[in-house]
């Protein structure tokens, strides 16, 4: 009995017409025999969470620095946090779950040690520079497993690569910034209900802002706790775009606004301001001169993550992968190993 035809078969028989069927992927980088269990998305899933970046996430800066709290999110809880909001969604729109958790998953993988202070300083200073995305799609293309990467399905792929970025439209309408897929175009709407929600109650929890200060507006539009937040803006995703004739996502425009609202909000009162800035100043410095000590000295690197960077066409290209598939604290160790001076022992 190949239980993966009767998956596929209830696909065909039960979601929407516009959801994605694992029987008519698109394929994958390298053609491989399809699993008598699974279908093609639950196997990407699957790779996705086995692999060495996956696990790395725990260890990565969301908002705060290294946070010594237990409840702060990491990267890792972000994503989970993705995954739980994307597979609701597509559940209530009848479309493809476990492709939509295959994006979920994998969306942030390519994620640089402490956050987007990482990032930028690395799109600073990377020839070409250096996008996330981007890094996440080379990461399950090139470097895990050694370098034969995890051979993903297309769809698992363009979702990865355009989930959503900064300040981007939260309903994209140039052709070019939309998944293919109507999954991976909720993973981005997903990505940005859990940030704007979790970010703002970490940032409450971290004495940044009071709760009376958010905007009066967005508490009165999508509710005045994350629950409710989430819950509004779920509902209110899910009803509008159900509504005949259903061609794609859709928010009602208050609610539309209000996320907005809320995301310039947070950028202006937690992402941009001294207290959380400043230590963010202090981690560029930290990734640029890794940066630069690893191109003169390649060596340091063979003891480290070993993503299979001998894939790698340049030492620029090597010490960019390097760095960033580091966690904070690798980075904060490797630092230390060789920049700060030991104190010397005499017996």
């Given at each position: 009995m190949d239980i993966r035809v009767t998956i596929e078969k209830k696909e065909q028989d039960q979601l929407s017409p516009l959801a994605a069927r694992s029987s008519a992927s698109r394929g994958r980088l390298r053609p491989e025999e399809a699993c008598p269990i699974r279908t093609a998305f639950q196997r990407d899933r699957d790779r996705i969470i086995h692999s060495k970046a996956f696990r790395r996430l725990k260890h990565?800066?969301?908002v705060f620095l290294a946070p010594t709290g237990d409840h702060y999110r990491t990267r890792l809880t972000h994503?989970?946090?993705v995954s739980q909001i994307a597979r609701t969604i597509a559940r209530a729109l009848s479309l493809n779950e476990d492709l939509t958790e295959a994006i979920a998953l994998g969306h942030d993988l390519g994620h640089t040690p402490f956050g987007h202070a990482g990032e930028e300083v690395l799109n600073q200073i990377v020839p070409g520079g250096f996008v996330h995305h981007v890094q996440s799609l080379r990461i399950v293309d090139h470097l895990e497993k050694g370098g034969q990467g995890l051979n993903l399905t297309?769809?698992?792929r363009d979702g990865i690569l355009k989930h959503s970025k900064g300040k981007g439209d939260i309903l994209p309408e140039k052709s070019s910034e939309k998944p293919l897929t109507l999954e991976g175009q909720v993973v981005r709407?997903?990505?940005?209900?859990a940030y704007i929600c979790h970010d703002l109650d970490d940032a409450i929890r971290g004495g940044?802002?009071?709760e009376e200060e958010i905007p009066p507006f967005c508490l009165k539009v999508l509710g005045d706790r994350s629950s409710q937040r989430i819950n509004t803006m779920v509902q209110d995703l899910v009803y509008h775009s159900l509504e005949e004739p259903f061609s794609g996502l859709a928010l009602?425009?208050?609610v539309l606004q209000a996320m907005v609202h809320l995301r310039?909000?947070?950028?202006?009162?937690?992402?941009?301001?001294?207290?959380?800035?400043?230590?963010f100043i202090k981690a560029r410095k930290i990734i640029s001169e890794l940066y630069q000590a690893l191109l003169t000295k390649p060596?340091?690197?063979e003891t480290g993550l070993g993503m299979g960077a001998e894939q790698s066409e340049t030492i620029a290209q090597k010490v960019t992968d390097f760095i960033a598939g580091m966690t904070d604290r690798y980075a904060l160790s490797l630092y230390e190993k060789i920049f700060l001076p030991k104190p010397w022992a005499v017996l």
């Amino acid at each position: 009995m190949d239980i993966r035809v009767t998956i596929e078969k209830k696909e065909q028989d039960q979601l929407s017409p516009l959801a994605a069927r694992s029987s008519a992927s698109r394929g994958r980088l390298r053609p491989e025999e399809a699993c008598p269990i699974r279908t093609a998305f639950q196997r990407d899933r699957d790779r996705i969470i086995h692999s060495k970046a996956f696990r790395r996430l725990k260890h990565k800066t969301q908002v705060f620095l290294a946070p010594t709290g237990d409840h702060y999110r990491t990267r890792l809880t972000h994503t989970l946090e993705v995954s739980q909001i994307a597979r609701t969604i597509a559940r209530a729109l009848s479309l493809n779950e476990d492709l939509t958790e295959a994006i979920a998953l994998g969306h942030d993988l390519g994620h640089t040690p402490f956050g987007h202070a990482g990032e930028e300083v690395l799109n600073q200073i990377v020839p070409g520079g250096f996008v996330h995305h981007v890094q996440s799609l080379r990461i399950v293309d090139h470097l895990e497993k050694g370098g034969q990467g995890l051979n993903l399905t297309l769809e698992v792929r363009d979702g990865i690569l355009k989930h959503s970025k900064g300040k981007g439209d939260i309903l994209p309408e140039k052709s070019s910034e939309k998944p293919l897929t109507l999954e991976g175009q909720v993973v981005r709407v997903a990505d940005i209900i859990a940030y704007i929600c979790h970010d703002l109650d970490d940032a409450i929890r971290g004495g940044l802002i009071a709760e009376e200060e958010i905007p009066p507006f967005c508490l009165k539009v999508l509710g005045d706790r994350s629950s409710q937040r989430i819950n509004t803006m779920v509902q209110d995703l899910v009803y509008h775009s159900l509504e005949e004739p259903f061609s794609g996502l859709a928010l009602g425009e208050e609610v539309l606004q209000a996320m907005v609202h809320l995301r310039e909000f947070l950028y202006e009162r937690v992402y941009e301001i001294g207290r959380v800035h400043e230590d963010f100043i202090k981690a560029r410095k930290i990734i640029s001169e890794l940066y630069q000590a690893l191109l003169t000295k390649p060596v340091l690197m063979e003891t480290g993550l070993g993503m299979g960077a001998e894939q790698s066409e340049t030492i620029a290209q090597k010490v960019t992968d390097f760095i960033a598939g580091m966690t904070d604290r690798y980075a904060l160790s490797l630092y230390e190993k060789i920049f700060l001076p030991k104190p010397w022992a005499v017996l």
